[in-house]
Antibody, heavy 123, light 109 residues
Framework: EVQLVESGGGLVQPGDSLRLSCVAS????????MSWVRQAPGKGLEWVSA????????YYADSVKGRFTTSRDNSNNNLFLQMNSLRAEDTATYYC????????????????WGEGTTVTVSS | QSALTQPRSVSGSPGQSVTISCTGS?????????VSWFQQYPGKAPRLLIS???RRSSGVPDRFSGAKSGNTASLTISGLQAEDEAEYFC???????????FGAGTKLT
């Protein structure tokens, strides 16, 4: 089964940038769409972004559109989330997730989650 | 992009049944069969319980069942056990513009 490990979280100031990474092991990473989901402290889950298996298509939540960019490097089993112009409301644990994509014949559910990496935006 | 509506909390005694509702609109829950449910323990990552409205993930007891009627999906947990105490989130595909919506979560005590 796929295992996912996120990294890159930390404490940044408003307006700063941060790049999260997720490395996958144990599965066919290059065949799977991937997603980012975040959870603010004490709050619910919020979908952030999804990327197709080959990186050709991406989707973003309105709350991050234009500021965040999702990409992937299938040769190294890596998923990335570039976060620019960070705001206090971006403070959350960010989860790398396998799936979360509507394919031609099937919906690929978010079936494997990493443990998350924490981003804190504060001055 | 409003979250799907779930009750903030539900409670039950061991052996009882509880149902958690998840209300959306015709653009998400009501418009697609792509509804899923997740279980999350404090400090842990969510776990996929149910997909395609009713399909249990591998290893999920048949005490967990899903359903949908119109714009409302539901998760029923029968024969409650202590380890079921957790937070539960619903999730729906919401079309090409919004893409994915989660519910705000329901804490089961």
């Amino acid at each position: 089964e796929v295992q996912l490990v996120e990294s890159g979280g930390g404490l940044v100031q408003p307006g700063d940038s941060l790049r999260l990474s997720c490395v996958a092991s144990g599965g066919a990473f290059g065949s799977n769409a991937m997603s980012w989901v975040r959870q603010a402290p004490g709050k619910g889950l919020e979908w952030v972004s999804a990327i197709s298996h080959n990186g050709a298509a991406t989707y973003y939540a309105d709350s991050v559109k234009g500021r965040f960019t999702t990409s992937r490097d299938n040769s190294n089993n890596n998923l990335f989330l570039q976060m620019n112009s960070l705001r206090a409301e971006d403070t959350a644990t960010y989860y790398c997730v396998n799936g979360g994509w509507l394919g031609i014949f099937y919906y690929y559910y978010m079936d494997v989650w990493g443990e998350g990496t924490t981003v804190t935006v504060s001055s | 992009q409003s979250a799907l509506t779930q009750p903030r909390s539900v409670s039950g005694s061991p052996g009882q049944s509880v149902t958690i509702s998840c209300t959306g609109s015709g653009s998400d829950v009501g418009g697609y069969k792509y509804v899923s449910w997740f279980q999350q323990y404090p400090g842990k990552a969510p776990r996929l319980l149910i997909s395609d409205v009713t399909r249990r993930s591998s290893g999920v007891p048949d005490r967990f069942s899903g359903a949908k009627s119109g714009n409302t999906a539901s998760l029923t947990i029968s024969g409650l056990q202590a380890e079921d105490e957790a937070e539960y989130f619903c999730c729906s595909y919401a079309g090409p513009n919004t893409y994915v919506l989660f519910g705000a979560g329901t804490k089961l005590t």
